[in-house]
Structures are given as C-alpha cells and as structure tokens.
C-alpha cells in the first residue's frame, strides 16, 4: 500500500482522513500489524485508484 500511497504523493495522514481513518491505522497496514476489513480494503483501493488485488495479496504458506 505504501508504493501506491507514495505514487500519488499522499502522506499517511492525508490517506487516513481520505479514507476516514485514523494515522496510526494507516502505519499499522503498512507496516503489516493490522489487516483491514474488507470495506475499508475497498475503501482504500477506491482512494488509491487501484484493485484490492493490487493493493493487498495473500502470500502462500512454505510447503
């Protein structure tokens, strides 16, 4: 989320109160301590211009 907030030249505050969050929940995503609900993943991917797709991924397990 980081790269696509940077590509629009938005800082995490500004990204937070555009999505109508918090500062710290922004970090928290980012930093990959929380994971946003499914309406604020949509949310956020709406503010961004991207898909949820692109915007967060599951990563496969070690076999």
């Known amino acids: 989320m980081k790269m696509q907030r940077a590509r629009l030249d ?9 999505s109508g969050i918090t500062r710290k ?3 928290a995503i980012e930093m990959g301590h929380m994971v946003p609900s499914t309406l604020l ?3 956020l991917a709406k503010v961004l211009g991207v898909t949820v ?3 967060f991924s599951i990563e ?4």
Request: proline fraction near 5%; charge should be negative; avoid cysteine.
């Open 25 to 27: 929940s922004i970090n």
């Open 41 to 43: 993943a949509l949310k």
């Open 53 to 55: 797709e692109q915007l």
């Open 60 to 63: 496969a397990a070690p076999d």
């Open 10 to 18: 938005f800082t995490q505050a500004q990204l937070a109160e555009l």
